[in-house]
C-alpha cells in the first residue's frame, strides 16, 4: 500500500494550496480518508475526514470553513483544500488511511491518528506572515 501525499510549498498568509494524495494498493472506497498536521515535537493532530462515499466530512474547528475535503474514488485521491491560510497553519501534513470495519465504522471518520492504518510520507506547507 502507498499513500503519495503532494502539493505543499510556501505561501503567503491569506494564500491557498491544494494538496492531494494518490492511494495504490488498496480498494480505495473501502477506506475512509483523513488528513493530520504535524508540529515540531507534538503529535499529529487531526484536521479532516472524509467517509468513503465523500457523503460525510469532518474538521477540526481550527480549519472549519476554510478547509474542505474531498475525494475522488474513480482516481484513488483524496484532496485537501486550504483557503485563508495562517502561518499557524505551518506544520508537516499527512494523508492516512482507515478501513471502513475499524476506527468508528464506515459511517464517520475517526479523528485519532492511532487508529489509521496507512500513511503518507508527509508534505510540509509553509505560511510565511
Known amino acids: 500500500v502507498q499513500l503519495q501525499a503532494s502539493g505543499g510549498g510556501l505561501v503567503q498568509a491569506g494564500g491557498s494550496l491544494k494538496l492531494s494524495c494518490a492511494a495504490s494498493?488498496?480498494?480505495?472506497?473501502?477506506?475512509?480518508m483523513g488528513w493530520f498536521r504535524q508540529f515540531p515535537g507534538k503529535e499529529r493532530e487531526f484536521v479532516a475526514g472524509?467517509?468513503?462515499?465523500?457523503?460525510?466530512?469532518y474538521y477540526a474547528d481550527s480549519v472549519k470553513g476554510r478547509f474542505t475535503i474531498s475525494r475522488d474514488n474513480t482516481k484513488n485521491t483524496v484532496f485537501l483544500q486550504m483557503n485563508s491560510l495562517k502561518p499557524e497553519d505551518t506544520a508537516v501534513y499527512y494523508c492516512?488511511?482507515?478501513?471502513?470495519?475499524?476506527?468508528?465504522?464506515?459511517?464517520?471518520?475517526?479523528?485519532?491518528?492511532?487508529?489509521?492504518?496507512?500513511w503518507g510520507q508527509g508534505t510540509l506547507v509553509t505560511v510565511s506572515s
Open positions: 492516512a488511511a482507515v478501513h471502513g470495519t475499524r476506527g468508528l465504522g464506515y459511517a464517520t471518520v475517526t479523528r485519532s491518528y492511532r487508529l489509521y492504518d496507512y
Open positions: 494498493g488498496l480498494t480505495f472506497s473501502n477506506y475512509n
Open positions: 472524509i467517509i468513503w462515499t465523500g457523503g460525510s466530512t
